[in-house]
């Protein structure tokens, strides 16, 4: 497989299995019995309101937090298995960015590979021009994270993510902040990717374009509960008033202007 | 607060197990060095002058009304360099670089730079804790030693000058180097690295601890340099009697 500069990339991406996953905070139920199959190299969307546990769910599939009961399984090895963050590359890619502020942008971009040790600087250098130009950033290596507005801090979040090369990517609300013509930008870029690399992707968002969009399959959380798993079709014709009400929201002014 | 101890026993004891990963972190180690030393530097420094010069205020004329005014360089020199000089001088690294440091990783806490960090599979042990550690156990015994000498230089100064006291420098400086010893200063310095390591370790948990927007962050540094201090003041009493033995 050949990127659009020619260059091989090695991903291609892992199957996800969440089984009868269970989480509570202070005694509130956050996620109640989720049960998710995501296929290797699938663009897999996790919708739903504010607040209904998307983001937490995203969390305990990178291992960042961890079940009440229940299990993730990565290429079938459990996410709490010794090495499995090693033997399988994953990367996320957060609401905020996540970016480390005392970096510049090519440092942010290159860390993986530094803190590792896996490039000598000359090739991590190679490797962050030409992913930061993949995100349509080239040429700001030098500048500061402070001086990135909120689409380029998604953009270089999402060049770190690549750098890993990773067999699973993790969004996290991508479009959120993102004014409509970065947000297609944003939405393009994953579509590419999956196409350039196979890489297995799960995107949570409530933005509903976005998620008909660029969705293999979607996902409907509401309330720690999955309410509907299919393609967008079966999304759209679930009569689940849950779902209706969901993907039919819309704001109606009460004194319309004619 | 047994929960709170708990998990910085914890920290220490994973900090200790990524001390072989010091070699690879010495960028950072170094940064954290300059950060410390140039900002506490300066301070230190104007604080030991005065800390050497009160002592020698309120100390000597009661020596001098009594003939003892020789002997004030010995007490000067010893109280500077066992007790006063680590004590002050940890309590002014655990305000000005134990703050900064449970702000700047609580921030990072907060806005999921930690998180980050953890999904490319970065320890934040290796990553945050050890570079600050080993510096600052560096840092505060090199601060230390600098803040005595100005802090007798001080209290000779102060001697000198007060028409009370009136002891010149040399006799200062004679009855010190009889009375202060070798390992007098080394008993203050390893109470200073004592000292450092608490602050350090104390800081680094609470930071980690950040929950919250920026009243967490302005939470976790006051429980930082709180309880920073409240350590290394009930830890004094404790290594002085230890070092106690090492004296006879």
């Known amino acids: 497989m050949m990127n659009a500069g020619g260059n091989k990339i090695q991903s291609c991406g892992v199957r996800v299995e969440v089984r009868g996953l269970h989480k509570s905070f202070n005694g509130d139920a956050v996620l109640r019995d989720i049960n998710l199959d995501v296929a290797p190299g699938e663009v897999f969307v996790i919708m739903g309101p504010s607040g209904s546990g998307k983001s937490v769910l995203l969390k305990h599939i990178i291992g960042l937090e961890r079940p009440d009961s229940g299990q993730i399984l990565i290429a079938g090895e459990s996410i709490e298995a010794p090495g499995v963050m090693e033997r399988h590359r994953m990367a996320m890619v957060f609401q905020s960015g996540a970016l480390l502020n005392s970096l510049t942008v090519g440092e942010n971009v290159g860390l993986y590979l530094s803190e590792h040790r896996l490039k000598s600087e000359t090739e991590i250098a190679t490797i962050v021009a030409e992913k930061l130009s993949l995100v ?11 001086e990135l507005s909120g689409g380029m801090k998604k953009r270089v979040s999402i060049a770190r993510a690549l750098v890993i090369e990773p067999e699973l990517l993790l969004y996290d609300e991508p479009t959120s902040e993102l004014d409509p013509l970065m947000s297609v930008t944003i939405a393009e870029e994953i579509v590419n990717l999956n196409e350039r690399s196979r890489v297995t992707s799960i995107v949570v968002s409530h933005d509903r374009d976005l998620a008909f969009g660029i969705a293999d399959r979607i996902a409907l959380i509401s309330e720690g509960r999955i309410i509907t798993v299919g393609s967008a079709s079966d999304v759209r014709a679930c009569q689940n008033p849950v779902v209706q ?9 009460p004194h319309p202007v004619l | 607060m047994f929960q709170n101890i708990g998990e910085m026993i914890v920290l220490f004891w994973r900090t200790l197990q990524a001390l072989p990963q010091s070699v690879r972190q010495r960028q950072k180690i170094f940064e954290q060095l300059f950060e410390i030393g140039n900002a506490s530097l300066l301070m230190a420094c ?26 004030i360089g010995g007490l000067v020199g010893l109280s500077v360099c066992k007790e006063l000089g680590p004590v002050m001088m940890a309590v002014l690294i655990a305000g000005r670089i134990g703050s900064a440091m449970a702000a700047e990783i609580g921030s990072m806490r907060v806005y999921q730079e930690v998180d980050a960090l953890k999904t490319m599979n970065i320890n934040p042990i290796h990553y945050l804790v050890l570079p600050r550690i080993l510096a600052i156990s560096v840092a505060l015994p090199v601060l230390v030693v ?44 390893v109470k200073s690295w004592v000292f450092a390591n608490v602050i350090g370790l104390v800081s680094c948990h609470q930071g980690l601890q950040t929950i919250g927007g920026p009243r967490g962050i302005g939470r976790s540094v006051t429980k930082a340099v709180v309880n920073s201090i409240v350590m290394i003041l009930i830890l004094d009493y404790f290594l002085t009697r230890i070092l106690m033995y090492f004296d006879k």
């Open chain 1, 136 to 146: 349509g950033l080239k040429g700001s290596e030098a500048r500061n994270v402070s």
């Open chain 2, 46 to 71: 104007i604080l030991s002058v005065f800390i050497g010069g009160v002592i020698a205020l309120q100390t000597g004329p009661v020596l001098a009304e009594r003939g003892l005014a020789s002997a």
């Open chain 1, 245 to 253: 009400r969901f993907l039919n929201a819309s704001f109606k002014h």
């Open chain 2, 146 to 189: 600098f803040a005595v000498l100005v802090a007798w230089f001080g209290g000779a100064l102060v001697s000198m000058l007060n028409h009370r006291i009136d002891v010149p420098l040399q006799t200062f400086f004679t009855n010190l180097r009889e009375v202060v010893h070798l390992r007098d200063v080394v008993n203050g310095l």
